[in-house]
């Protein structure tokens, strides 16, 4: 199974940027999707970006704008860029593989990442 490496989180200021990586074990060209996940403490785990192996892209309304989801299949890695960070993305993000309904809906499967933790200040 391809396992999944969450990287690149840490402390930055409101208005900040971040650059998370999902370093994945073996190629992920097979994948139907991926997708970043984040985790506040006392909250439920809820999904921030998704992207489709042919590229398209869902996000919520909170991160529309904000948040870009890529993918690297030649690297095994998918990438989440955030800008103009505020304190209500603070938590542990994680990577999945799953798929990505014509809807846009994402479903989720068993297999997560560790997470990386990010944390916004005021």
């Known amino acids: 199974q391809v396992q999944l490496v969450e990287s690149g989180g840490g402390l930055v200021q409101t208005g900040g940027s971040l650059t998370l990586s999902c370093a994945a074990s073996g190629s992920i060209l097979a994948i139907p999707a991926m997708a970043w996940y984040r985790q506040a403490p006392g909250k439920q785990r809820e999904l921030v970006a998704g992207?489709?192996?042919?590229?398209?892209?869902v996000y919520p309304t909170s991160v529309a704008g904000r948040f870009t989801i890529s993918r690297d299949n030649a690297k095994n890695t998918v990438y989440l860029q955030m800008i103009s960070l505020k304190p209500e993305d603070t938590g542990v993000y994680y990577c999945?593989?799953?798929?990505?309904?014509?809807?846009?809906?994402?479903?989720?499967?068993?297999?997560w990442g560790q997470g990386t933790q990010v944390t916004v200040s005021f």
């Open positions: 992207i489709s192996k042919s590229g398209r892209t």
């Open positions: 999945n593989r799953g798929s990505l309904g014509p809807s846009g809906r994402y479903y989720p499967s068993a297999y």
